[in-house]
């Protein structure tokens, strides 16, 4: 499966963003989609992820109540919406996948498909 992410950008501090992950040459709904981010000279990091089935999602720390995961099997898409954004949450953000994973706090190392990261940046 290929994946695209797009939608970063620059913003401002409490700021929203929405980010999509399109996904293409394979079964999308067979896919758990993680978002994961990394800042310049910083390891990447889980942010979030959706079961392959779409009926569970799970959220780092510095997302959750902030940002939301949804995917729409119809559209081959995932989403990760992110509201009252923070100068931390600067990082270029990556949509990976893995066959029938379940959402958990899932490592970079473990995801076998990347997309090319999209900028985000968040002003104070």
């Known amino acids: 499966v290929q994946l695209q992410a797009s939608g970063g950008g620059l913003v401002q501090a409490g700021d929203s963003l929405r980010l999509s992950c399109a996904a293409s040459?394979?079964?999308?709904?067979?896919?758990?989609i993680g978002w994961f981010r990394q800042a310049p000279g910083k390891e990447r990091l889980f942010v979030a992820a959706?079961?392959?089935?779409?009926?569970?999602?799970y959220y780092a720390d510095s997302a959750r109540g902030r940002f939301t995961i949804s995917r729409d099997n119809a559209k081959n898409t995932a989403y990760l919406q992110m509201n009252s954004l923070k100068p931390d949450d600067t990082a270029v953000y990556f949509c990976a996948a893995d066959p029938y994973r379940v959402a958990g706090r899932w490592s970079p190392d473990g995801m076998n498909y990347w997309g090319k990261g999209t900028q985000v940046t968040v002003s104070s």
């Open positions: 959706i079961s392959w089935g779409g009926a569970s999602s």
């Open positions: 040459g394979g079964t999308f709904t067979t896919y758990g």
